[in-house]
């Protein structure tokens, strides 16, 4: 292969028109015709079409697949454009390297839109001119010191990307290496980096773009010179001169027309660190190199008498001092400048002279506290050396990052003589650093964050949104009359337009918010931790009005509009971040098409009947058909003992494009209908299969099932029931419990209390689900010979923040055990929610705190390593004083949030604020007399008592007086009051009885 010479990348902003045509060629694609052909060619395309593409699914920015396999890349669009000149129709497929030629070669594709240069390959493609250049160099880890040079790699584990020209290249220079081929890059980087191979070789900016992206950076380095300049071109299988001839006249013709340069500036961007040698990751030779000539320095000045003293001092600026492309500053033992070389001097701007006689801290940026100098001095003193990062001012006041290694230098009686400094100015590095996030994570145009950085923020707001319990709000925005002013102002002045839209659109939204653009005029806006949905709407009608002010370009006022899709997240959505922006996409839509300049907001419920995003009945039906089923199940406990009573069998369906759906996604779709009886048959039949699997390998694990009103209300239901369970002998009395929701037992009590009965005869049990959302009165608890009540999720979810809840909580299990009923709390999500359960007499629970549901593979393991929380063992039910103390410290939280919200705004009326007309004054006042003294901690809890009532009170008659200032210092003071006290009061509570007894 020649050696062409490296050429610089030309810097021109990629416009986004470019953009825009690239990707959706019907908003300002080029017309056909844009590149003139031969009849001859033109009739070679006729026969021919589609022209087959095959670029590499892994050559990052020049072609690749991203994490939603699209295609992207600078070759990839170059093909795009091309095609879309030259009027025929491309079909772009994808593949690895090795068999990407092998595709071209067997006529099985046409083009490989990029492949090196070499004469080897030269017999078998026929190439295009060249489009871009790319040095190829070695990359070792870090740590490794040997691997310099080409002539480094002999007998060493060299990987590199299977087919790559490097195989080429090092047999070409006899160097014999243990070859490890990859299907990429970015997989022989990984094999450098877990020791499978000691080097690498490979494009330089390719395997950049994959270590900066992957926050890698820091593992691997560059070493040496670039070994080659590879010749990226387009090429086809030898002898197909016609197909070779049109690519060559549409590249001459993106060329001409800049179109290349932009899809250079996109996807390349600046100059990637250069060739020049890097000495700074040589610091330890240098210095053994300084300290080597030192030392024979002296020995010759010994032999020859001369003035020893000054012998080591002139050695030291021999040439290898003096050509070093580092800066090297050499002091005495005090730290005085004794000498520096002339890269100090181009480096900082300060003359030799300047600088002799002064000490280093003159260079000071101020950036790093008198600490950091403190710990350099004493690592350097006690180690020897000292290496890191630091920022120093050049003589024109700039600051610049360096990379600084400081060595010490002692006499032959081990005294400190010398400090020698080795520092490389790392700006480049900082700035080629902040380009490649960008080029990741940023669109080019606006500097808005792209899908990538969208789809993080997206899905960490929802993260933060379960946590919280707030909702997460999502606009899709798309420009009304965007493409009339594309179409007949021009690209340039569209752009313009888009980049306004997006500084309003920044303007308008809080910190915490995020914009988005996703290309042409799209843009989405997350609105993450809403409270209000109303307050959501308000904002939106801003922002259209926002929007359709009109934009001043060159003295002409411009208008457009828009069209936003809004949907609202909330905590208990099972949904995934892609499928939250199609649904503010089809919003998007709808306001389209009711005029545009309004926004719509997403409705689930009509979305299903009308549009038919949620699968329809027949769907489901094809379903069970294919076996789209399946049961997951979620085990129930004791919490205080860690026994294992059970698991409840909760169907899923793997649907084949949308995953694994939760039952909310599909159920109410066949509520009351019969297939729901079909799909309830089939959950029986899995789950007792499963049983019986579980007893034959040791495990004897009781197994619930859900029973919907239309299944249970089958007038053979007993029947077919008792069959079912007769075809698995295993199953015996009490091992399958039915789960009923209280409010369709209600529908017909008489009939459901007989089904109940008939099945009690042969061994099946009953549950009443969901228990306390119906009437539950002890009427019915009477008629139902149900053996369990599972309590409602909802009331245990807000019972540390509901007193409310905390009620119903003990009143249902006043029932239970009244009516000599075991039972349930379901929605056990925290240690906290166990903890007071048990404090309340709960024994049996379920929910994440305990296990997710999980398929039924993978319960052996958990019931291997379920253990549980040590709070929770033997935790006996609370005395009366303690279950007052847990009422007051719901209480008082519920009072002090309300307060908190009032005082912000955030609620237009007060709630009850003083803790002395609440339960936590009233279990003051039993404690008082009661046995169990609280000594210290509960005379403190009183007096925070008092003296958050007292800022209360304060609080509120500020708030009447409208002194926002002072009502905010008064609230942050409430808060820290309130949390002591919180934490006193969950002291109190979880303390042993010898605890207690100290109080």
């Known amino acids: ?185 970015a997989s022989a980087a990984r094999a450098v980096m877990a020791g499978d191979a000691d080097a690498m070789v490979g494009d330089e900016q390719i395997v950049f773009y994959y270590l900066y992206s992957s926050g890698l950076q820091g593992s691997m380095k560059r070493v040496g010179e670039p070994l080659y300049v590879g010749l990226n071109a387009m090429a086809v299988a030898e002898g197909n001169a016609l197909l070779q001839s049109i690519l060559d006249k549409g590249i001459d013709h993106a060329r001409a027309s800049g179109t290349l340069d932009r899809l250079s500036e996109k996807w390349v961007g600046a100059e990637l660190p250069g060739s020049e040698f890097d ?169 808005l964050p792209n ?65 988005a653009r996703l290309g042409g005029d799209e843009f989405i806006i997350v609105l993450p931790e809403q409270s209000d949905v109303a307050s959501v709407a308000r904002l939106i009608a801003r922002l259209l009005r926002r929007i359709a002010e009109p934009i001043e370009i060159e003295g002409d006022s411009l208008y457009v509009s828009g069209s936003i899709g809004v949907v609202h997240f909330s905590p208990e959505d099972e949904i995934e971040p892609e499928q939250l922006i199609r649904q503010a996409d089809q919003a998007m839509y709808q306001a389209k098409q009711a005029g545009k300049n309004r926004f719509h907001i997403f409705d689930a419920e009509h979305d299903r009947a009308v549009r038919g995003h949620h699968e329809s009945v027949e769907r489901i039906r094809e379903a069970l058909a294919h076996d789209e089923f399946v049961l997951y199940y979620q085990p129930k406990v004791n919490m205080a003992s860690g026994e294992v009573v059970g698991v409840e069998a909760l169907v899923r369906w793997q649907h084949p494009a949308r995953g694994l759906l939760a039952p909310a996604a599909f159920l109410p779709v066949i509520q009351q209908h019969p297939l729901a009886i079909d799909l309830g048959e089939w959950v029986l039949a899995q789950a007792l299969g499963q049983f019986e699997t579980w007893a034959s390998a040791g495990i004897r694990l009781p197994v619930s099932v859900n029973i919907d009103a239309i299944h249970l209300q089958q007038a053979d239901f007993v029947e077919r029931l008792r069959r079912e369970i007769a075809r698995h002998p295993s199953v015996t009395h009490g091992d399958l419990m039915l789960e009923v929701l209280e409010t369709n037992a209600l529908e017909d009590v008489a009939h459901v209390a007989s089904v109940m009965k008939a099945c009690r005869a042969f061994g099946v049990e009953f549950a009443l689900d969901d228990f306390g959302t119906g009437y539950s009165s002890l009427t019915y608890l009477r008629h139902f010979p149900a053996s369990m009540l599972k309590i409602d999720r909802s009331f245990v979810h807000d019972m540390l923040d509901d007193p409310e809840d905390l009620t119903i909580l003990e009143g249902v299990l006043g029932l239970a055990v009244a009516f000599r009923r075991d039972i349930l709390a379901e929605g056990v999500e925290t240690l906290l929610h166990g903890r007071l359960l048990l404090a309340m007499g709960y024994q049996l629970g379920q929910g994440y705190a305990i296990a997710r549901p999980m398929p039924a593979k993978a319960i052996p393991a958990w019931l291997e390593s379920w253990r549980p929380d040590p709070a929770w063992r033997h935790r006996e039910r609370a005395r009366p004083e303690e279950l007052q103390a847990i009422y007051a410290l719901v209480d008082h939280r519920a009072c002090a949030a309300g307060l908190l919200r009032y005082l912000k705004g955030e609620r237009s009326e007060p709630p009850a604020v003083s803790c002395r007309k609440s339960r936590l004054e009233q279990w003051l006042s039993a404690l008082d007399g009661s046995p169990v003294k609280g000594g210290e901690h509960t005379a403190r809890i009183a007096a925070l008592c008092a003296a958050y009532d007292r800022l209360a009170e304060e609080a509120l008659e500020l708030k009447a007086h409208e002194d926002d200032e002072q009502v905010k210092q008064h609230a942050r003071r409430m808060e820290g009051v309130s949390e002591e006290l919180l934490g006193l009061l969950q002291y109190w509570i979880d303390a042993s009885e010898s605890v207690r007894e100290d109080l």
């Open 1 to 185: 292969m020649r050696a062409p010479q490296r050429r610089r990348w030309q810097d021109t902003a990629l416009c986004g028109w470019l953009l825009l045509g690239l990707v959706a060629p019907g908003q300002g694609a080029a017309e056909p015709g844009g590149i003139g052909l031969t009849e001859e060619e033109r009739r070679f395309l006729d026969e021919n079409e589609p022209i087959v593409f095959v670029s590499q699914s892994r050559y990052p920015p020049f072609e690749f697949l991203d994490g939603n396999d699209e295609r992207h890349g600078m070759m990839v669009e170059l093909a795009q454009w091309i095609a879309t000149e030259a009027g025929f129709h491309a079909q772009l497929t994808d593949t690895h390297f090795q068999q990407a030629q092998e595709r071209v070669l067997s006529g099985d594709a046409h083009v490989l839109t990029s492949l090196f240069h070499s004469e080897a390959r030269d017999r078998r493609f026929d190439f295009t001119q060249t489009v871009f250049e790319v040095p190829a160099a070695i990359f070792v880890a870090v740590e490794r010191p040997d691997i310099a040079l080409a002539e480094d790699l002999d007998g060493k584990r060299v990987a590199t990307q299977r087919g790559d020209y490097a195989q080429e290249y090092l047999a070409s220079r006899d160097i014999e290496v243990e070859l490890v081929e990859t299907d990429d890059f």
């Open 279 to 447: 000495w700074r990751r040589y610091w330890p030779y240098g210095a053994g190199l300084a300290l080597l000539v030192a030392l024979i320095v002296a020995w010759n000045v010994r032999l020859r008498q001369v003035v020893r003293r000054k012998t080591a001092e002139l050695r030291l600026v021999a040439s290898v001092f003096s050509h070093a492309r580092e800066g090297i500053v050499i002091t005495d033992a005090k730290g005085d400048i004794l000498e520096v070389n002339e890269a100090f001097t181009r480096i900082t701007g300060y003359r030799r002279d300047e600088a002799l006689g002064r000490n280093p801290r003159f260079l000071q940026s101020g950036r790093q506290e008198r600490g950091f100098y403190q710990a350099l001095w004493r690592e350097l003193l006690e180690k020897g050396a000292w290496e890191g990062e630091i920022w120093n001012r050049r003589k024109s006041g700039e600051t610049f990052p360096e990379l600084l290694t400081i060595s010490k230098v002692c006499d032959r009686q081990g005294r400190i003589s010398h400090f020698v400094a080795v520092f490389t100015d790392i700006s480049r590095h900082k700035d080629y650093e902040r380009q490649l996030q960008n080029m990741a994570f940023f669109d080019s145009l606006t500097e």
């Open 451 to 515: 899908r990538i950085l969208l789809s993080d923020r997206l899905r960490q707001a929802m993260l933060a949104a379960r946590r919280s319990g707030c909702k997460v709000s999502l606009a899709y925005l798309d420009l009304d009359g965007f493409k009339e002013i594309n179409d007949r102002l021009g690209h340039d002045v569209g752009d313009r337009v888009l980049v306004r839209i997006a500084e309003r659109l920044t303007s308008a939204l809080r910190e915490a918010d995020t914009v």
